[in-house]
């Protein structure tokens, strides 16, 4: 009986947690150029104040939260599909990317305001915890890329996934896209940066992985 209990208590502590990060994904999509107060968090997910500070001590934490559950689900998909004994594509990786990464709204203005809120906001604890399970979903999709791509050296995988991160982020940055939330500009941006940036992302991608399979036969 306790132990019914208690596996009852876990999965509505697992439920409100989801119910928290859903409420806060919610209002960011609504007003995705501020961060929403936890007041306003309770409240949308139908719940106390205090229950939601019991989960998230600050709502940096919390988006820092909303960020992972993102990036959870793109690592998920891609371990998954390497999981697999059909061979895998670089385009197969690219059409991951585009569909839990490049498509979905909130994920890359979330990405780069996150690493902002690491550098500034954040306690040094959960930010280096979170960093420690960013490098374990590497190491485990960096083995499989290496387990696909049998030429690749070991370690290249981790290293190519780590080096694609920064690309996807960095380009989306420089882009007019991220010159307002939703991606659209309010004002003309400089001619160097007017690109498409899904368009660019896969010209970079593709060059980046050709490069690293390739070389890693040398």
Request: charged residues 20%.
């Amino acid at each position: 009986m306790v132990i019914r209990q208690r596996a009852i208590q876990a999965e509505d502590k697992q439920e409100r947690h989801h119910a928290i990060l859903d409420a806060a994904a919610r209002l960011l999509a609504r007003s995705p150029e501020r961060i929403a107060n936890m007041a306003d968090v309770a409240d949308e997910a139908g719940l106390a104040k205090g229950t939601v500070y019991l989960y998230f001590p600050s709502k940096e934490e919390l988006l820092l939260a909303v960020h992972e559950r993102n990036i959870d689900g793109f690592f998920a998909a891609l371990i998954a599909r390497l999981a697999q004994d059909e061979p895998v594509r670089i385009q197969d990786v690219l059409a991951l990317t585009h569909e839990h990464i490049v498509e979905p709204p909130l994920f890359l203005p979330l990405a780069a305001r996150c690493f902002g809120l690491m550098a500034q906001s954040i306690p040094a604890e959960p930010a280096i915890a979170f960093k420690q399970r960013m490098g374990e979903r590497l190491t485990r999709a960096g083995a499989g890329l290496e387990r696909h791509f049998g030429q690749m050296k070991a370690g290249s995988g981790l290293a190519l996934l780590r080096q694609s991160y920064a690309l996807i982020l960095g380009l989306w940055q420089m882009s007019a896209h991220s010159l307002c939330p939703g991606g659209a500009a309010t004002h003309e941006p400089p001619s160097e940066l007017a690109y498409s940036y899904p368009e660019e992302l896969d010209r970079a991608l593709l060059a980046l992985w050709n490069g690293t399979i390739a070389g890693g036969a040398q």
